[in-house]
């Protein structure tokens, strides 16, 4: 099931439902255009960060000890 399927039902159930979308300043990856349409589309209270590569280089290294911290 996509993300805009599971967005889809999750709007028909929750009231005020918050999206976010993470967007690269790269073109070639940024899907961000699409998921604010699709936001658009349903209704959903959408959040939006650009992210460039000195926030790619700074989080990166970083990630391992975020996601243990997020699963503990």
Not at 3 to 27: M, P
């Amino acid at each position: 099931m996509t993300v805009q399927a599971v967005t889809a039902l999750l709007r028909n159930s929750v009231a005020n439902l918050n999206t976010y979308t993470i967007g690269f300043s790269d073109e070639a990856f940024d899907e961000s255009k699409h998921a604010k349409k699709v936001a658009e589309h349903l209704g959903t209270n959408h959040h939006e960060y650009t992210c460039d590569i000195k926030d790619a280089t700074t989080i990166i290294p970083e990630l391992p000890f975020i996601c243990r911290r997020a699963l503990w």
